[in-house]
């Protein structure tokens, strides 16, 4: 569940922000458009004319044939203007709609990694979809609103001048229904807040729910959660029903408000063409016009209330990029080349990697690691060890920068990582965690993912993490889809799909998390054998977590951890003779084993 704050960005700046982003496509659409909205005023005076000429009232010196011609003349144009307008309208949509999820996704990306996100992951998608939509759309109503304004203003001016009584009994109606229906919007801003809410609830279960089916049937639950997707789903259906009757009743009062001030109109006027002070070219002039006129105030009223959606929209856009709202206005740069990342080597033989009194703790538990300091020569290979829950994996996830360090250093080559997670990527660093995690997409893709790989390249990765076997005989070999989050695959295949994925990127840190716990006893020492050769013929450096004794034994330096700080550092014979935790977690292995 999610906390509401308030919106870091205020809505009139976002929407100046999203036209200067895209001030061409906003332009043309807000010029065409206000013609578009304005031209009725012409045809309303081009229809009084046709009639008073043909009743004789007042006639024109152009004719009624020229004016017919000039009617049609004006909504030829009229249509034509409509086709920019509509093409600019769309392509600004669409733009900024992309500029917002590019920026969104980037600012997701930048978190550390390991963090959990700022909201459930269905939750997040209608985000993406639903809330972005209502932001892009809102600044479209700007000229709208312009073009109808300038249209209801020229049309009261013009009424006014051929009858003031009749225009004020169109006009104030109008305008004191705005205030009654006015006081009715936080009702309805209220309910359009719970019904989103009650949409999101129902998002993130299915998101949560398609996840853990498996463990659901295990558990004999499917009842219960089909009992509780009914009620999320009852849940929605009040709160959407609660909002669209709000929202019909408010703008019924505008059609009501409407239709008895035309009734007024058609009896002033028709009092008034009986006196002869009226003419059906006015009449005419007076219906045509309040059309426009009666749906003015509705059209506020929808801008006001979009304007608070718009509001609303934001603040949950915002709650996606907590640390960095700003940034979603960022314009997004089209076709950047990848940038090279250059090593930062020093002479042969240097520390590839130290760690200097490195602390975290988790907010919620207040576990972590703390004051944690070692160092990695380049070629050799580091495990990390200890009991469960003593601090490995938070270890390798803060030195890589997928959570956030409390105090301590990382240094690279013996210069200072300010921002590991940005630093600690491919070739020089690249992690494979203990549960990994595959797209539903082919087993090349997800090796490879999006980085363009020779055959060879792709071959070597795949043998190395003894995945060459199981390839032989999937169906479509390396183009066999692996289902969501690789469900076709066992458990071991999926670790070694994400071994090859890091092999593949050539690291000068291969950063591997319990590696081989899903593996038999035979697979996982062809495994460590392929990956430390590989790893000597490259000059490659290892830090994994591991209890298994196949990997200490092949280990330079092993580092016991012991609640979140180290117990000891060395090669395992010192550590056997000298520490007594690491005789404890290597009989215990014994034991398992």
């Known amino acids: 569940m999610t906390t509401t704050k308030p919106s870091a960005l205020a809505t009139w700046s976002l929407n100046r922000a999203l036209i200067r982003a895209f001030p061409g496509s906003f332009n043309v659409h807000s010029a065409c458009h206000i013609l578009y909205q304005i031209a009725p005023a012409a045809l309303g005076l081009i229809e009084k004319a046709v009639f008073d000429t043909i009743t004789g009232a007042t006639p024109a010196t152009l004719g009624v044939p020229v004016l017919v011609a000039l009617y049609l003349s004006v909504g030829l144009a009229q249509l034509t203007v409509s086709f920019p307008d509509i093409w600019n309208a769309i392509t600004f949509k669409r733009r900024a709609g992309l500029m917002l999820r590019h920026n969104l996704l980037a600012a997701q990306l930048r978190r550390p990694g390991a963090l959990p996100p700022p909201v459930a992951s269905g939750e997040a998608i209608s985000r993406y979809d639903d809330d972005v939509a209502e932001v892009c759309d809102f600044p479209t109503w700007i000229p709208h609103v312009t073009g109808e304004t300038l249209m209801f203003l020229i049309a009261v001016i013009i009424m006014a001048r051929i009858d003031l009584t009749v225009t004020l009994v169109v006009v104030l109606p109008l305008f004191a229904v705005i205030g009654i229906v006015r006081a009715g919007w936080t009702r309805l801003l209220a309910a359009w807040e719970a019904n989103r809410a009650a949409s999101d609830r129902v998002i993130g279960f299915l998101g949560e729910l398609f996840g853990a089916v498996q463990a659901v049937k295990i558990a004999g639950s499917v009842q219960d959660v089909i009992l509780r997707l009914s009620d999320l789903g009852h849940q929605r259906r009040r709160a959407a029903v609660h909002a669209r009757l709000l929202h019909e009743f408010m703008f019924s009062l505008y059609d009501i408000i409407g239709a008895i001030a035309v009734g007024m109109v058609l009896l002033l006027a028709g009092q008034r063409m009986s006196a002869g002070t009226f003419s059906v070219g006015d009449f005419a002039l007076f219906v045509y016009y309040m059309a426009y006129a009666a749906g003015f105030p509705s059209l506020i009223g929808s801008f006001i209330g979009d304007y608070n959606q718009q509001a609303v929209s934001i603040a949950r856009l915002v709650e996606l990029t907590p640390d960095e709202p700003r940034t979603l206005l960022q314009p997004a740069r089209r076709h950047d080349a990848p940038r090279e990342v250059r090593s930062l080597h ?248």
């Open 346 to 593: 020093a002479a042969t033989g240097s520390e590839l990697l130290a760690v200097n009194n490195l602390t975290y703790r988790h907010p919620g538990s207040g576990r972590g690691i703390e004051d944690i300091s070692f160092s990695i020569r380049r070629g050799s290979l580091t495990v990390i060890t200890g009991r469960i829950g003593s601090g490995k994996t938070t270890l390798l996830r803060v030195i890589l920068g997928l959570l956030p360090r409390d105090s301590g250093e990382v240094r690279w080559y013996g210069a200072p990582v300010d921002d590991p997670a940005m630093f600690m990527t491919p070739p020089r660093a690249a992690y494979t965690a203990q549960t990994p995690r595959l797209f539903s997409a082919t087993l090349r893709e997800n090796i490879a993912l999006g980085a363009l790989l020779e055959r060879t390249e792709l071959a070597q990765a795949v043998h190395t993490a003894v995945l060459d076997t199981d390839i032989a005989v999937l169906e479509n070999g390396l183009d066999t889809l692996v289902g969501p989050r690789g469900v076709r695959l066992s458990g071991g295949q999926v670790q070694r799909a994400a071994a090859a994925r890091m092999l593949v990127r050539k690291p000068e840190l291969l950063v591997v998390d319990d590696l081989s716990s899903a593996l038999d006893v035979e697979t996982e020492a062809t495994l460590w054998q392929r990956v430390t050769s590989v790893a000597n013929d490259r000059r490659a450096t290892i830090l994994a977590v591991s209890h298994r004794r196949a990997v200490l034994q092949r280990a330079d330096q092993i580092i016991v951890l012991r609640d979140g700080q180290v117990a000891a550092i060395g090669a395992l014979a010192a550590l056997l003779a000298s520490c007594d935790e690491m005789r404890r977690l290597w009989d215990i292995e014994e034991g398992g084993g």
